[in-house]
Every structure is written in C-alpha cells, then in structure tokens.
C-alpha cells in the first residue's frame, strides 16, 4: 500500500461512530434516577421518577411522568452547560458541571 493510499483511508480509522452507553440507576427511598453519558455532546442525560419497587431493567426511556434535567434545546434550561450526576442525598440531587 503506497503512502497515499493509507492517508486516503485514515478518516474512515478515527471516524467510528459514537457508541451507545448503557445507563446507570440508582436510587434511594425517595428516588430513582437514571443517567447515561451523551454520545452527541458532553455531560450526561438525567431523568428522575419515583422509586422503583422491586428489580428493574435499567435502561434510559423517558416516560410521561419523569423529571428529565437539563434536556437540550428547551428554553429556560442551561443549554451548553453540561451536567453530570454525582450521587443522591436525601431529597437532593447533585450534579456537577
């Protein structure tokens, strides 16, 4: 293979596509909430509900009743600003940015 040839196909080496990640849940008596890293842009997706009973299928679908944080593309929200979450206390949520 000339040198050429290789430069040639270098985009297609670095230019894999993003990679689903799977979410994590946690959850504590007031709260369930799930987070997954974006694949589009930094920070993660967040949503909170009410505490699941019994074992769950961790997975990262909005429901009608979630609280979805800091969402893209809605106004009132810190667009550009990324969050991620750092853990549960009580009846808080804390994020970092």
Known sequence: ?????????MPFL???PAMAQEAQCFQNDQFL????????SAGM???????ARGKIKC??????TDF?????GQAGW???QPLWFEGLAGKYL???R
């Open 14 to 16: 670095f230019a894999a």
């Open 59 to 64: 997975e990262y679908v909005e429901r009608e």
């Open 78 to 80: 810190p667009d550009g």
């Open 94 to 96: 804390v994020l970092t």
């Open 68 to 72: 979805v944080i800091n969402p893209l």
């Open 1 to 9: 293979m000339r040198l050429s040839q290789a430069l040639a196909l």
């Open 33 to 40: 909430v799930i987070a997954q890293d974006r694949t589009d």
């Open 45 to 51: 997706e967040i949503l909170a509900r009410a505490p």
